[in-house]
């Protein structure tokens, strides 16, 4: 897109964006039923195309395959080591229906809440699309979390069925998902039935060697999830959603106390993730398209699963990590597979380039258009290297910003318009951003403040599950427009750098995690009084974690003591959770009022000037 084609867009979509979002709504959506008004805003909550019905799953199936595009493959799975399984429309919403019912069965029902933890398979997109086909809402856990952040999670959603599997792949290792789950759902009443994937058998069709069969002891409320499918006819109508119905919940961390529930609805959420995949990916008929996040985050959800279905566009997905079996492992899948768009994290890039770009130049890459980038500010070196090594100087590089609650892509360099390494472009259509100061005022270009968006966007989070508080503070930490928690600098051109978070999230390798949830785990261990986490810059995974502990009079400091600690945070909550460094103290700097001031500790660690002092107890 040329400069003064966006400029021209943008403009009508600022001036009149519910007449904008209402053109892109009936173009490129099929609606059961139109809606009555496009938007609605009571502050704080707003509603998008009220009235109107629909399924998403229509959207990202059935109206393929009407359109004759049945045959066109929807997904190519690949991973270390069984090549390759594609999937086509037609037998996509055939699997999705058999699911649909399977789940009926059960008595799911719509409204009620499924949980996934699963790895990165075509059975996991069968399950979440089986969801949304009887309205049922799923909410996805990645499956890296422990159990007790996966039962802390199917607690609040008072869930009744988890979809698992029997294991993923790790480095070439199969790691148990099954166990934890196990874990996860003792005693837990809502909980009737765990749906497990056996991997082996899957792996045996698909020519792997079999040990065959599900895991022994097995409990009354296990059932297979092919027997399930089995007898299931593979018919199934889209439940009739309202614009406006849940679509499904994904828990991310804030800067206070536990994760929350983010909610996205159907209509807006459809509306929004179909064409910025379609704009921001420059997306053809015949694109050849891999976003290389996992269903477990927003990613995942918005670019793997639901807009790259919408805009019936073929998929790659590959389970595994980019350097395993070989560092040139994900070039040698773009080369064979033809991949047109690539979409990564910067933490991806950063590793890539650490092995060294003889492995690229290994493979032709020359299929690529378009190279995207997510989940934390990306280096201009790293931007650099990706556009020289990877894209080969002619690919449009675009870096996206958005979030969990954001739904899409917020702030973007669209193919096409200038770029700037390490900035992330302009707002998208339709959305207001800006860079203000706490009172909200707009701060001088090129100075540092608070990224907000001024006004409700199609996919914009409704609510937080069980806690509307925790929503209205969005909108009102500064009074009236939507705080992102990020630091940005707008320039001249209008365009954003994102400097990373302004509250207590740490952003590792791309997922995030607030310091207040990591610390609450850490004093939850026996020899623990007392802890402080904080951020500290990191070459590949752009901020590692330290953790400062005060020990309780009967521990004693030693190494044993810091892998134990360890080994209790990925129990608690997840590998990511895990500080990289532990330092044993005999106290924390806080304030007067007793609050830890971990900027104190940040300044110090990182030979940085402590600045103002006066409110530190001495
Ligand atoms: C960060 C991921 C800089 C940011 C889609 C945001 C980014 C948080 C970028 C959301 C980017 C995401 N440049 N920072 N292109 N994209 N972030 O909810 O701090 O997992 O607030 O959503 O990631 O993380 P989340």
Redesign the pocket.
């Known amino acids: 897109m040329q400069q003064q084609e966006f400029q021209k867009i943008y403009n009508q979509s600022i001036q009149d964006p519910e007449k904008f979002w209402a053109d892109v709504a009936s173009e490129e959506i099929e609606w059961g039923k139109k809606w009555d008004k496009v938007f609605e805003w009571n502050f704080p909550n707003y509603q998008w195309f009220v009235g109107g019905k629909l399924n998403i799953t229509h959207n990202c199936l059935d109206r393929h395959i009407k359109n004759g595009l049945g045959d066109k493959i929807a997904f190519i799975y690949t991973n270390e080591n069984y090549g390759r399984i594609a999937i086509t429309y037609a037998e996509l919403l055939l699997q999705v229906n058999k699911f649909a019912n399977g789940l009926k069965s059960l008595g799911v029902k719509k409204g009620d809440r499924v949980v996934l933890y699963m790895p990165l398979v075509i059975e996991q997109i069968v399950a979440m699309l089986g969801c949304t086909r009887i309205g049922a809402v799923h909410s996805v856990v990645f499956a890296g979390f422990s159990d007790k952040a996966l039962r802390e999670r199917i607690e609040d959603l008072q869930a009744k069925v988890v979809v698992t599997a029997t294991w993923t792949l790790r480095r070439g290792a199969k790691k148990e998902l099954l166990p934890t789950v196990e874990d996860a759902v003792k005693k837990l009443e809502c909980m009737e039935k765990v749906i497990v994937l056996d991997r082996d058998a899957v792996a045996a069709r698909h020519g792997a060697p079999s040990k065959g069969g599900m895991p022994r002891h097995a409990t009354t409320r296990r059932i297979d999830y092919n027997r399930l499918l089995e007898n299931q006819s593979d018919t199934c109508n889209p439940e009739v959603m309202d614009s406006e119905d849940p679509l499904f919940v994904l828990y991310?961390s804030g800067s206070t106390g536990k994760p929350k529930g983010i909610v996205h609805t159907v209509g807006g959420y459809s509306v929004y993730t179909h064409y910025t995949t379609k704009k921001v990916f420059n997306l053809h008929q015949d694109s050849i398209f891999w976003c290389t996040a996992d269903p477990g985050?927003?990613?995942g959800h918005s670019y793997i699963v639901y807009g790259p279905l919408s805009n019936g566009i073929t998929s790659v997905i590959v389970e595994g990590v980019p350097d395993y079996p070989a560092p040139d492992h994900w070039y040698k899948i773009i080369e064979e597979e033809k991949v047109n768009v690539f979409y990564t994290s910067?933490t991806a890039i950063r590793m890539l380039r650490k092995h060294g770009e003889e492995y690229c130049q290994k493979h032709n890459l020359s299929s690529l258009k378009v190279l995207g980038?997510?989940?934390?500010?990306?280096n201009p070196e790293v931007w650099q290297w990706y556009n020289k090594y990877i894209g080969n100087g002619q690919c449009a590089i675009v870096?996206?910003?958005?979030?969990?609650?954001?739904g899409g892509h917020m702030?973007v360099t669209l193919p096409g318009l200038p770029q700037k390494p390490g900035i992330?472009g302009l707002p998208f259509f339709g959305i207001e951003a800006d860079v203000v100061n706490q009172e909200g005022q707009n701060v001088p270009a090129g100075e540092k403040g608070f990224l907000v968006i001024k006004k409700p966007w199609p996919s914009a989070l409704r609510t937080c599950l069980n806690n509307q508080g925790r929503f209205n503070q969005y909108w009102n930490e500064i009074k009236g427009v939507y705080f992102?928690?990020?630091f940005a600098i707008k320039d001249a051109d209008g365009y954003i750098q994102?400097l990373?978070?302004s509250d207590d999230?740490i952003?590792i390798s791309?997922?995030?995690i607030g310091t207040a949830e990591v610390e609450n785990a850490l004093v939850a261990h026996p020899a623990v009084s007392e802890a402080a986490v904080i951020p500290k810059p990191d070459e590949i995974k752009g901020e590692r974690m330290k953790a400062f502990l005060v020990l309780k009079d009967t521990a004693l400091a030693s190494e044993d003591l810091i892998k134990k600690i360890k080994f209790h945070m990925r129990h608690e909550i997840a590998a990511i959770a895990v500080p990289d460094e532990i330092e044993f103290v005999p106290s924390l700097p806080k304030t007067r009022s007793g609050k830890i001031m971990r900027r104190v500790l940040k300044a110090q660690e990182l030979g940085q000037p402590v600045g103002d002092l006066t409110v530190l107890d001495k």
């Open positions: 991310t985050w927003i990613t910067p980038t997510v989940g934390e500010p990306i870096d996206t910003w958005w979030q969990t609650e954001t702030i992330a992102t928690g990020d994102i990373g978070r999230v952003n791309g997922h995030r």
